[in-house]
T-cell receptor, first 116, second 115 residues
Framework: AQKVTQAQTEISVVEKEDVTLDCVYE???????LFWYKQPPSGELVFLIR??????QNEISGRYSWNFQKSTSSFNFTITASQVVDSAVYFC?????????????FGPGTSLSVIP | DAGVIQSPRHEVTEMGQEVTLRCKPI?????LFWYRQTMMRGLELLIY????????DSGMPEDRFSAKMPNASFSTLKIQPSEPRDSAVYFC?????????????FGPGTRLTVT
C-alpha cells in the first residue's frame, strides 16, 4: 500500500525564518513520482514541483528547495527567508509509475503560518 | 492560458435537493479528477477519467453520487439527493497523463453547503 505522512500538522514561524516541511512516503514501487502542492487561504491547490524517483538531485527554485532522499523515503521542502505570502497548507503527494492509471496519494497536509 | 474552470464557486442547497457541479479541464489534458476536501477527511479522490472514460470510481461515497464526462472539455459531478454530510469543497483537477507529466492542475473548487 502507498502512504504519505506529513507529521507536522501545523507550523508557525516568524517572517524571515527558514522552515522545513517534512514528507515521508511508503511504497513498494521501485519507480514513482513525488509532488508538492500549495493551498493558500484562497483555497486553490497550486502545483509546485514533481520529482522522479530515479532522479535524486535536490532542486532549488528561488527561496524554495527540495531534498529528496530515497534511502529514508523522504522528500522534504524548505522555504528560506519565509514571507507572509508563504502562509498556506502544503501537501506532499506520491504516484506510482506502474501504469498511467496509478492514483496520486496525497498526504494530510502541513499548515504553515508565517507571522510578520 | 485558462486553468481549470469550475462552477458554481459556491452552492447552498437544502437537504434532498439535487446538486450538479461542473468542470472544464485545461485544453489538451486527457485526465480529469474529482476530489472532495473536508477538515475531517482531508483530500479524497472521488473519481477520475482518462480520455473521457471513468477509470476508478472507488472513491465515490455512495450511489447518490454520479459523474459524467461527455466530452474532453466538460465533466459534471451530481449529488442526488444531497445530505448535510456532503458539505465540503469539491475540486476538479486535470492533467496530461503520459510521458512523465502527471502533475495535476486544480480548479478553484466549489464550496457546497447542504442545510
Amino acid at each position: 500500500a502507498q502512504k504519505v505522512t506529513q507529521a507536522q500538522t501545523e507550523i508557525s514561524v516568524v517572517e524571515k525564518e527558514d522552515v522545513t516541511l517534512d514528507c515521508v512516503y511508503e511504497t513498494r514501487d521501485t519507480t514513482y513520482y513525488l509532488f508538492w502542492y500549495k493551498q493558500p487561504p484562497s483555497g486553490e491547490l497550486v502545483f509546485l514541483i514533481r520529482r522522479n524517483s530515479f532522479d535524486e538531485q535536490n532542486e532549488i527554485s528561488g527561496r524554495y528547495s527540495w531534498n529528496f532522499q530515497k534511502s529514508t523515503s523522504s522528500f522534504n521542502f524548505t522555504i528560506t527567508a519565509s514571507q507572509v505570502v508563504d502562509s498556506a497548507v502544503y501537501f506532499c503527494a506520491l504516484k506510482g509509475m506502474k501504469t498511467s492509471y496509478d492514483k496520486v496519494i496525497f498526504g494530510p497536509g502541513t499548515s504553515l503560518s508565517v507571522i510578520p | 492560458d485558462a486553468g481549470v474552470i469550475q462552477s458554481p464557486r459556491h452552492e447552498v442547497t437544502e437537504m434532498g435537493q439535487e446538486v450538479t457541479l461542473r468542470c472544464k479541464p485545461i485544453s489538451g489534458h486527457n485526465s480529469l479528477f474529482w476530489y472532495r476536501q473536508t477538515m475531517m477527511r482531508g483530500l479524497e479522490l472521488l473519481i477520475y477519467f482518462n480520455n473521457n472514460v471513468p477509470i476508478d470510481d472507488s472513491g465515490m461515497p455512495e450511489d447518490r453520487f454520479s459523474a459524467k464526462m461527455p466530452n474532453a472539455s466538460f465533466s459534471t459531478l451530481k449529488i442526488q439527493p444531497s445530505e448535510p454530510r456532503d458539505s465540503a469543497v469539491y475540486f476538479c483537477a486535470s492533467s496530461l497523463a503520459g510521458q512523465g507529466n502527471y502533475e495535476q492542475y486544480f480548479g478553484p473548487g466549489t464550496r457546497l453547503t447542504v442545510t
